[in-house]
């Protein structure tokens, strides 16, 4: 963190505690953290339950003030159709744990 270099974290495991951060969502099961180095410590968090399309966010550049935007959902469509993951997963099976709420659950099976 003391670094000259952007850091990005994405955290899409839900299997571990999120590291404690001043004005996290405690609720979110997935987080992006981006952090320009010239702003440190203060930082970007996204946070975004199951329910929710991942987010975008600027991916921080060189200068202080560039950024190309990233579209989570978007990669993760791409790759999933590619892939034809729709295909290979066996969506009758539970999600890994730790276990979603039943009302998540209730959702994703509906879904």
Known sequence: MGGASH???IDLLRGDEPLP???AVQLAHYHVLVSRAETRPQADLYAVTVRSPLPC???PLKGPDEAVGVDLSDIFQGVYDRA????RIDYNQPPPP???SAEE??????L
């Open 105 to 110: 659950q209730a959702w994703m099976r509906d």
């Open 84 to 87: 034809s993951y729709d295909l």
């Open 57 to 59: 966010f600027p991916l």
């Open 7 to 9: 850091l990005v974290e």
């Open 21 to 23: 951060m001043q004005g």
């Open 98 to 100: 730790p276990a979603f």
